[in-house]
Antibody, heavy 117, light 108 residues
Framework: QVQLVQSGAEVKKPGASVKVSCKAS????????MHWVRQAPGQGLEWMGI????????SYAQKFQGRVTMTRDTSTSTVYMELSSLRSEDTAVYYC??????????WGQGTLVTVSS | SSELTQDPAVSVALGQTVRITCQGDSLRSYYASWYQQKPGQAPVLVIYGKNNRPSGIPDRFSGSSSGNTASLTITGAQAEDEADYYCNSRDSSGNHRVFGTGTKVTVL
């Protein structure tokens, strides 16, 4: 069965960077694009961007352009999302989700990133 | 506009029917998908495409669309359907995705 397992919670200081991983299993890693979505405490879902695990191409939401980098490692079936210049507003749960049937079909368990001085 | 607008909250009596709507210009061109999220959990896909349910989603969940509005209907709501629901679709450019503002469903 499809599983997306994300890395553990992180605490970062303002101005730092964070890199969250998402390890896929149960399917051919390079067959499905991967989305990243975040959710601030008590807030709604926010789409951040998408990566093609096959070729590595990416597309980012305008809001995150210049601050987010999505990469992949095909040898370990893992995608990464790095967010730089962190500020308190970036405190959120970050999710990866596989693009299945052109929708966000399977989700990781989420990674809490806390930005605090 | 690339925004998707949902009513913040709706309530439904146990066993009754509730419809959740999602409005946005991009819905004239693209289908919405719908996600259920319970407190402390990751979202779960419940409806996609014209009106498709992933394996394991009860048939009391259905979807429809007209013009710039997509709808999720729960027919015979159960206590376990109490959750936040989000729509998602491509934006007007077709290149990115956008989530709706979310609807909290309370089952009375």
């Amino acid at each position: 069965q499809v599983q997306l397992v994300q890395s553990g919670a992180e605490v970062k200081k303002p101005g730092a960077s964070v890199k969250v991983s998402c390890k896929a299993s149960g399917y051919t890693f390079t067959s499905y694009y991967m989305h990243w979505v975040r959710q601030a405490p008590g807030q709604g879902l926010e789409w951040m961007g998408i990566i093609n695990p096959s070729g590595g191409s990416t597309s980012y939401a305008q809001k995150f352009q210049g601050r987010v980098t999505m990469t992949r490692d095909t040898s370990t079936s893992t995608v990464y999302m790095e967010l730089s210049s962190l500020r308190s507003e970036d405190t959120a749960v970050y999710y990866c989700a596989s693009n299945w049937n052109d929708v966000l079909g399977y989700w990781g368990q989420g990674t809490l990133v806390t930005v605090s001085s | 506009s690339s925004e998707l607008t949902q009513d913040p909250a709706v309530s439904v009596a146990l066993g009754q029917t509730v419809r959740i709507t999602c409005q946005g210009d991009s819905l004239r061109s693209y289908y919405a998908s719908w996600y259920q999220q319970k407190p402390g959990q990751a979202p779960v896909l419940v409806i996609y495409g014209k009106n498709n349910r992933p394996s394991g989603i009860p048939d009391r969940f259905s979807g429809s669309s007209s013009g710039n509005t997509a709808s999720l209907t729960i027919t015979g709501a159960q206590a376990e359907d109490e959750a936040d629901y989000y729509c998602n679709s491509r934006d007007s450019s077709g290149n990115h995705r956008v989530f709706g503002t979310g609807t909290k469903v309370t089952v009375l």
